[in-house]
C-alpha cells in the first residue's frame, strides 16, 4: 500500500460539473497539501492543512474548495471549473510542516475540463 | 521573493555516465532548505535528498549528491552511473519563508538516459 493514495488517477469533466479528488495518507503525518502541476510551469501550492485545520490558502478560486475531515484523509472539491484548470492535481503530506519540509506525495489526478 | 531557476529543460546521458542537473535559488533568508524530487511518467514526486542551509558537507543519498554552494546560491544534482530507470523530469524546491514545510519548485529538468 502506498503511503499517499489519490483517486481518481484520471477524471474528465464539464464546465457545469461538481466533482471531488480524494487523498488518503497512511504514514501518520499531521499535515497535507494540495498542489497544482499545469504544463511548463511550476508545480504550485494550493491549500495547507495542519492536524485538520486550513493553515494555508495561496490565492486559489472559490471553485476549488477543499475539505480535512481529519489528518488522514484531504478532498478537493470542484464546482464549475474552467479549461485552465485542466492539470495535474497533487496531494502530499508531512510529519509537520515546521520540520524539513520533506513531502511525501501521490500520484496526482489528472484533470480535463472540457 | 523567492525563487527557483533550472535552466535545462532537457538533459541526455549516456548509461552508467554521471550527470549533473543544474539548480539556483533566489532567498534572502538565512535558514532554508533544498529539495530534489523525481517525477518519473506516473506522476508520483519521489524524494530524492535534502540539504539545509547550515549543512556544513554536501548531502548524498546513495548514487545522488547535491553539490551546494551557498555563495552562488546554488544546489546542483548529480546522479552518478545513471540507469535506464533514472529517465523522469526531476525539480528542485525550496523552504518558503512564510511556513516552513511549504516548498516553492522549479520549471524542472526532463533527464533522458540513453542505454
Known amino acids: 500500500e502506498t503511503g499517499v493514495t489519490q483517486t481518481p488517477r484520471h477524471l474528465v469533466m464539464g464546465m457545469t460539473n461538481k466533482k471531488s479528488l480524494k487523498c488518503e495518507q497512511h504514514?501518520?503525518?499531521?499535515?497535507m497539501y494540495w498542489y497544482k502541476q499545469s504544463a511548463k510551469k511550476p508545480l504550485e501550492l494550493m491549500f495547507v492543512?495542519?492536524?485538520?485545520?486550513?493553515?494555508e490558502n495561496n490565492s486559489v478560486p472559490s471553485r476549488f474548495s477543499p475539505e480535512c475531515p481529519n489528518s488522514s484523509h484531504l478532498f478537493l472539491h470542484l464546482h464549475t471549473l474552467q479549461p485552465e484548470d485542466s492539470a495535474l492535481y497533487l496531494c502530499?503530506?508531512?510529519?509537520?510542516?515546521?520540520?524539513?519540509?520533506?513531502?511525501?506525495f501521490g500520484e496526482g489526478s489528472r484533470l480535463t475540463v472540457l | 521573493a523567492q525563487k527557483i531557476t533550472q535552466t535545462q529543460p532537457g538533459m541526455f546521458v549516456q548509461e552508467k555516465e554521471a550527470v549533473t542537473l543544474d539548480c539556483t535559488y533566489d532567498?534572502?533568508?538565512?535558514?532554508?532548505?533544498l529539495f530534489w524530487y523525481k517525477q518519473p511518467s506516473s506522476g508520483e514526486m519521489i524524494f530524492l535528498i535534502y540539504?539545509?542551509?547550515?549543512?556544513?558537507q554536501n548531502a548524498t543519498e546513495g548514487r545522488y549528491s547535491l553539490n551546494f554552494q551557498k555563495a552562488r546560491k546554488s544546489a546542483n544534482l548529480v546522479i552518478s552511473a545513471s540507469q535506464l530507470g533514472d529517465s523522469a523530469m526531476y525539480f528542485c524546491?525550496?523552504?518558503?519563508?512564510?511556513?516552513?514545510?511549504?516548498?516553492?519548485f522549479g520549471k524542472g529538468t526532463k533527464l533522458s538516459v540513453k542505454p
Open positions: 502530499a503530506s508531512s510529519q509537520d510542516p515546521r520540520g524539513t519540509g520533506e513531502l511525501f
Open positions: 504514514l501518520g503525518h499531521n499535515a
Open positions: 492543512y495542519n492536524f485538520k485545520e486550513q493553515t
Open positions: 532567498t534572502s533568508d538565512q535558514s532554508y532548505g
Open positions: 540539504q539545509g542551509s547550515y549543512d556544513e
Open positions: 524546491a525550496m523552504t518558503q519563508r512564510r511556513s516552513q514545510g511549504n516548498l516553492i
